[in-house]
């Protein structure tokens, strides 16, 4: 049980035994042993004939065979499925497992009253099986439930989709509908595929993507992605990605193969159940034999070391490790994406959870990267007539700050006439707006234009200038404005023990240096080239403290080099992004610089989980092993240090899920 994402299941060693997780997957759905009612029935039937046969033997006494053949119904009602397990992996070759020290620990302590000096021990051993049975039922409960967790939470992909087609709209299954298809979206419907709005406006209930509760509204033009949920309107879509290409598709498959990349917490629990099973194997039949021999009363001693074997064999069944250790990792990746954290595997995980130095990229990660009018200063005339001026020759432009221009003061259809538009390389855009020469760009054009012109002294951006008829009419300052939570997220990546931030831009000093300042950044760069960037990151990661971790955060398209250099790679803003989806360690579903801080929360928190798990486990287990070999330990209590650390441990792994 080494490889699935949930338990540790090795699919590459053709086990015949999967987990039950996998099971649940439908690996093996015929075997019954696994279903928690068919496990309560057997548990029922066990336990009452247990009961039954312990009162028979207390009111007549009976030869030893006849006990065990009293006892044996409640024993292979119990443990049949064990033994057969065990019998098989035998067969193929992999005895070391947890249904192989239950079976020679159990069918030992029924036979060890036939040896001389020895008690029977027929309760005691259907009980052993009983409880590991009982065990085995609060795994399954539990797996289910982490499980049925993480099922709901995916549940984003659409069974049909409503397509046009013939002038009448048809369900189809979503593998069937193509590239440039109308899909018609009705309200409580997911979106099938990614596309475009053409017709229609709506809310989307997005949490199943980004975590967000708030819905998003949406209207034709707008782009939306498959696994959101269409609120109120009717909305008609074309198609822009096939089913298979859709981000729920891609998203489910990030899901769905993150246990491919195991953390050092898994591969150490791989390597340790490798070794150490066997070795308990052999340790305990040296305690069976040894001592008896050393003592010169073979057969005297013998039945009580071998009772102190079959003790040793219990407790020592690493399950406890090789189930929790995993289901927590899985727990943790299905947390975070309840959180529209995607995590692509656990080793990931592990080195977000040492996360010690957090490099930003300014734009569209800490900024909006939308240019926005935060200042205007006019002369001689308003600020309202600047901005009308500015936007009327702007009108045609594609530029990002002409379409800032033109947002803060939307002027089309005012009756007013724009003739002889000239735009200048390099300078600005000069046109005549009511009959006056308007001219708006730098202040090279304003040279050309016989403007005095001044600096703005007030605000940091880029400053457009404007001449009227060659005189200087004023400025206004176009910057790209600072996310709402940027500044909060960068106090909670201190507050998770992140020592130092810093932010890496193409920009120009003055406005990365406003920047850092205006949200507590460590450290800033500024006008630097794509490989300057990656030059930057090296020298961090030489100088980050040792065990510890560096994460890039960036839009993951134009970031990239920089994403694959960092010890994690986190796109965030990725949302129906491929570039960043294939790009990064690490994608945020929605554009909050917040969600780092989350990310790194949720994976310090999984990984302490993870250690409480080990340590527990085998602190316990440990203990009862040397009472065990002093003959302190009765059988109960070595049931509890496999059965009963298992069922706290995975109870325990459940919690990564929150």
């Known amino acids: 049980m080494m490889g699935c994402a949930c338990c540790g299941h090795d699919e590459d060693k053709d086990e015949e035994k999967p987990c039950s997780c996998c099971e649940a997957e439908g690996e093996d759905e015929d075997d019954d042993d696994e279903d928690p009612e068919v496990l309560k029935k057997k548990i029922l039937i066990s336990a009452i004939l247990l009961v039954a046969a312990v009162i028979v033997t207390h009111i007549w006494e ?56 020895g008690d029977p021990m027929f309760a005691e051993a259907v009980f052993v099986m009983l409880f590991f049975q009982v065990g085995e039922l609060f795994e399954g409960i539990a797996e289910g439930n982490s499980r049925r967790s993480i099922s709901q939470l995916m549940d984003i992909r659409p069974d049909t989709a409503n397509v046009e087609r013939n002038g009448e709209v048809v369900v189809v299954d979503p593998n069937d509908v193509k590239i440039g298809e109308v899909v018609v979206i009705k309200p409580g419907e997911k979106v099938p595929m990614d596309g475009t709005i053409i017709e229609g406006s709506s809310s989307l209930n997005t949490v199943a993507i980004t975590g967000e509760s708030v819905p998003r509204d949406v209207e034709a033009g707008d782009d939306i992605i498959s696994g959101c949920v269409n609120v109120s309107g009717v909305l008609r879509v074309k198609v822009t990605k ?33 070794v150490y099973t066997p070795i308990v194997v052999y340790a305990a039949i040296a305690v069976a034999i040894i001592p008896p021999l050393a003592s010169g009363n073979f057969m005297g001693s013998f039945a009580t070391w071998l009772l102190r074997a079959l003790t040793f064999l219990v407790v020592s069944c690493p399950c406890a490790l090789v189930l929790s250790v995993p289901l927590t990792f899985f727990g943790g990746i299905g947390g975070a994406s309840k959180e529209g954290i995607l995590i692509k595997g656990s080793n990931f995980m592990d080195a977000l959870s040492t996360a010690d130095t957090v490099v930003f990229d300014k734009t569209g990660t800490l900024t909006r990267g939308v240019f926005a009018v935060t200042a205007v200063h006019p002369d001689e005339i308003d600020e309202r007539e600047l901005l009308h001026l500015a936007a009327h020759v702007e009108e045609y432009s594609t530029h990002p700050i002409a379409a800032a221009l033109r947002d803060a003061f939307p002027c089309v259809g005012d009756g007013c006439e724009i003739k002889d538009t000239q735009e200048i390389a390099g300078q600005g855009i000069v046109a005549y707006v009511q009959g ?29 200038h404007v001449a009227i008829d060659g005189t200087y009419a004023g400025h206004i300052v176009i910057s790209d404005q600072v996310k709402p939570d940027a500044a909060q997220a960068i106090r909670d990546m201190k507050a998770e023990g992140v020592h130092k931030t810093v932010m890496l831009t193409g920009d120009r000093e003055e406005v990365a240096q406003g920047v850092a300042q205006e949200l507590g950044l460590d450290e800033y760069h500024a006008e630097l080239l794509p490989a300057d960037k990656v030059d930057q990151v ?121």
């Not at 020469?437 to 457009?464: F, P, S, Y």
């Not at 070999?629 to 509890?640: R, S």
């Open 62 to 117: 009976f030869p030893l065979l006849v006990q065990l053949v009293l006892f044996l119904p409640a024993y292979l009602v119990a443990g049949g499925s064990v033994l057969k397990e065990a019998g098989e992996n035998l067969v193929a070759g992999h005895p070391f497992d947890e249904d192989f020290l239950m079976a020679v620990a159990t069918v030992g302590a029924l036979l060890i009253g036939f040896i001389p000096g």
């Open 242 to 274: 096939v089913f298979g290409e859709s981000t729920a598709a891609k998203i489910l498959d990030l899901v769905e193969n993150a246990g491919e990349s195991k953390s050092r917490s898994e591969n150490f629990i791989t390597r340790f159940a490798k």
């Open 436 to 464: 006056r020469r308007v001219a708006v760009g730098n202040t090279r054009l304003m040279e050309a234009e016989g403007a005095k012109w001044h600096l703005c002294e007030h605000d940091e951006g880029t400053c457009i």
């Open 538 to 658: 090296e020298r961090l990661l030489k100088a980050k403290p040792e065990g510890t971790s560096l994460a890039f955060v960036g839009d993951g398209i134009n970031d990239a080099p920089v994403l694959a250099r960092a010890d994690v790679g986190i796109a965030m803003g990725a949302l129906g992004s491929d570039a960043a989806i294939e790009a990064a360690d690490v994608v945020l579903m929605d554009d909050k610089p917040s969600k780092v801080a989350v990310a790194i929360r949720i994976a310090r928190r999984t990984i302490k989980i993870a250690r409480e798990n080990i340590i527990f486990a085998i602190a316990v287990k440990v203990a009862i092993l040397i009472l065990a070999l002093f003959g302190m330990a009765p059988m109960w209590l070595a049931v509890f240090g496999d059965v009963g650390v298992m069922v706290l441990c995975v109870l325990n792994a459940t919690r990564a899920l929150k």
